[in-house]
């Protein structure tokens, strides 16, 4: 058997894809993982990585594509790491993203007696994201560009002048805007010296119509420094641009982390918010609040959260890491009592506004860190928690916290995950607390990745 080394060229069959986008394949019974590749492939690669039970390696040659491989429709497919499944058709993307699921749930959550319902597809295959994070930077020649970072590179950007990912008055509004600062002479934040000024362009738009007609857009310029030279100027263009504009916030980042995030608003035009609906729910969404990424297929994964939990009015729900209360208030009506705890103030004061819109009396939400608030909170109710909805950030929950929701001993949870890995891990802990899987229900929330997200069912079977 030759000894396969690090720079050798191999030649395999793609069987499979993994949680992270790669291609799965064998080469003398070894694993080999190898980016931008499909089911069916037979590709020549280079081996970069040797690991004890694995291979990591670099696509060379496609020497016979998959029957399956269709071309990719943007231009920057294989350098931009944002959607890294354009070159599979979106049916088999489901498949794919189904068996992901089950397998990491087997193998890392230790637990295999569950129903795994068919995975929803999104209601929008393309321009589906209400939400876009661009960049600052330079390219070679020194000039401002603006667009996602490199994969695996964080100082550097990829000047993009379309995404398929968003609505395409986004495309306007990033070009608008690039156009602006590179008129200006603005300079861009460097995270290596911190120097320059513009740092983040987000966009943020609502997903669905608004029974009182308030749908739009609202743009937030970070910046390093609270200077800004004709802002008044840059709010009547991108006004222009896109006459659906209802907000424009120009705020202050002063952090050394490249990482989106305001410190403080030095000047708002218009809006500092926005107003979505899913079902027959009104949503108040603050600029930087989390809210679903793709308003339509967030739909049914409330409905199948709001169904998993078996609520009959008379069981008071738990809304763990509830952000702008969403998924308690999508519950509320169902439910005896709502008790929300969220760290970010901002998503509190949203949560708490979005209750008195929908007109909701039976909902309380806290702001604090959930397992030093959970106490405060349980010692104010009698009755006790007899259902708990989770939607953690990707890295799921800290040990901690997962140890203060078991001994709540609700007989039912409800876990929305938008991380497998995480979600696995946390079961296994949910499991040894007394608690198994009975279904899960994938929603393909982010076409054309490797993302997919999951509403898990969790009864308690045993005491500890």
Request: aromatic share 8%; charged share 25%.
């Amino acid at each position: 058997m030759i000894e396969i080394k690090k720079n050798s060229i191999i030649t395999i069959r793609i069987e499979a894809l993994s949680y992270g986008g790669r291609g799965i394949g064998k080469y003398n019974g070894i694993v080999v993982f190898v980016s931008h590749t499909v089911p069916g492939d037979i590709v020549k690669v280079n081996v970069t990585k040797r690991k004890e039970s694995y291979l990591e390696a670099d696509l060379l040659e496609i020497e016979e594509p998959s029957p399956i491989r269709i071309p990719a429709p943007c231009p920057l497919f294989g350098v931009c790491g944002g959607c890294n499944w354009q070159n599979i058709p979106y049916e088999k993307q489901v498949v794919y993203k189904e068996e992901i699921a089950r397998s990491l749930v087997e193998h890392i959550g230790k637990q295999t007696s569950f129903v795994l319902h068919p995975v929803i597809s999104s209601p929008l295959a393309w321009k589906y994201r209400n939400k876009v994070d661009f960049t600052f930077g330079k390219n070679p020649e020194g000039n401002l560009i603006l667009g996602f970072h490199k994969p695996g590179i964080y100082h550097e950007i990829l000047d993009v002048k379309e995404c398929l990912l968003h609505p395409e008055i986004f495309n306007d509004l990033m070009n608008e805007m690039k156009d602006f600062c590179r008129e200006k002479g603005l300079t861009p934040y460097d995270p290596r010296d911190h120097c320059g000024n513009v740092r983040h362009f987000i966009l943020r738009c609502s997903g669905n119509d608004h029974p009182e007609g308030k749908k739009g857009v609202i743009a937030i310029l970070l910046t390093a420094q609270e200077e800004l030279p004709g802002r008044d100027e840059l709010v009547d263009r991108l006004r222009s641009r896109c006459p659906a504009l209802t907000g424009f916030i120009h705020g202050l980042n002063e952090g050394k982390a490249d990482i989106a995030r305001m410190d403080k608003p030095i000047h708002v035009w218009g809006d500092d918010y926005l107003h979505d609906r899913l079902d027959r729910i009104s949503f108040r969404l603050s600029a930087l609040s989390f809210f679903q990424t793709n308003t339509r297929a967030a739909e049914p994964l409330y409905e199948t959260t709001r169904r998993f939990l078996s609520l009959t009015g008379k069981e008071n729900l738990l809304d763990a890491y509830c952000g702008v209360g969403s998924i308690g208030i999508y519950c509320a009506h169902q439910a005896k009592r709502v008790y929300g705890i969220e760290i970010l103030r901002e998503a509190v004061w949203d949560a708490r506004k979005n209750a008195a819109m929908n007109r909701l009396d039976n909902c309380l939400f806290l702001c604090g860190e959930f397992r030093k608030t959970l106490p405060i909170l349980l010692n104010r109710i009698r009755d006790g928690i007899q259902r708990v909805v989770m939607d953690p950030p990707r890295g799921g929950l800290d040990k901690k916290s997962l140890r203060s929701i078991i001994e709540l001993r609700a007989p039912v949870l409800a876990y929305v995950s938008c991380n497998p890995t995480t979600f696995a891990r946390d079961a296994e802990i949910l499991f040894h607390g007394g608690y198994r899987i009975t279904d899960i229900q994938p929603v393909d929330m982010f076409p054309h990745t490797y993302h997919i997200e999951m509403v898990s069912r969790f009864e308690m079977e045993k005491p500890f």
